[in-house]
């Protein structure tokens, strides 16, 4: 098993910055790809940024390309969404995921999940 727990979360005016921390612990070697997703009220959950921890590709979304970044830690035992120039519509909830293959930007193959963390643009 995969457990994984997210830190970081908190209220930021637009325009600000923010950084998520996702700490990943348990079998990590098996996990082959990472991912943050976010789900607003009403909304559906959606997937913001993926990274192949093998190899270090990174992919985003387009609402987010150029102002997320996502990365690992040195010992893949934490995943990093770093994000700038936030917007009231990045206002969210945001969860860590890990799969043990191949993913998209589909919930589906992600079998393990954080708990999430609240992310509020004003």
């Known amino acids: 098993d995969v457990q994984l727990v997210e830190s970081g979360g908190g209220s930021v005016q637009a325009g600000g910055s923010m950084r998520l921390d996702c700490a990943v612990s348990?079998?990590?070697?098996?996990?082959?790809?990472m991912a943050w997703f976010r789900q607003a009220p009403g909304k559906e959950r959606e997937g913001v940024a993926r990274?192949?921890?093998?190899?270090?590709?990174?992919y985003y979304a387009d609402s987010v390309k150029g102002r997320f970044t996502i990365s690992q830690g040195n010992s893949k035992n934490s995943l990093y969404l770093q994000m700038n120039s936030l917007k009231p519509e990045d206002t969210a909830m945001y969860y860590c995921?890990?799969?043990?293959?191949?993913?998209?930007?589909?919930?589906?193959?992600?079998?393990?999940w954080g708990q999430g963390t609240q992310v509020t643009v004003s």
């Open positions: 348990g079998d990590t070697a098996s996990v082959y790809s």
């Open positions: 995921a890990a799969s043990r293959g191949v993913a998209s930007f589909s919930a589906m193959p992600y079998a393990y």
């Open positions: 990274i192949n921890t093998r190899y270090g590709v990174t």
